[in-house]
């Protein structure tokens, strides 16, 4: 939040509005040196931690496409970089804790020649 001036009013925080955003991730330097069989599970867990961190909601939902985007190649094999869209949206769910969630949805990259990929 920014400092108050003088005589003045606090802003109001931007955390509690709807926002996109979209990042390239380079999940190649994240499983650098990572187990026989761990890399799949951990680049989901990484993804899910960089969401929280970028959105600052706790409440993350991971979309099944971006699932199977992490998995087409094995649990050993995942691809090297990945784009992926972040939506902060409000929680219409009244028995959850969180006003705002989280939703992290597979992109393909812009310079992506493949139309027939899984993912689409």
Not at 51 to 72: C, F, G, N, Q, Y
Not at 96 to 111: F, I
Request: charged share 25%; net charge positive.
């Amino acid at each position: 939040m920014a400092p108050a001036k003088k005589g003045g009013e606090k802003g109001c925080s931007a955390i509690n509005e709807e926002v996109t955003q979209e990042y390239i991730i380079n999940i190649h330097k994240c499983i650098h040196g990572v187990g026989f069989k761990k890399p799949a599970p951990l680049v989901l867990r990484k993804i899910w931690k960089f969401a929280i961190k970028e959105m600052r909601t706790p409440d993350v939902h991971i979309d099944t496409r971006l699932s199977k985007a992490i998995w087409v190649k094995g649990i050993r094999n995942v691809p090297y970089c990945i784009c992926l869209c972040l939506f902060r949206n409000c929680n219409e769910d009244e028995d959850s804790l969180n006003k705002l969630y989280t939703l992290v949805t597979y992109m393909l990259p812009p310079h992506s020649k493949s139309t027939d990929s899984p993912c689409r």
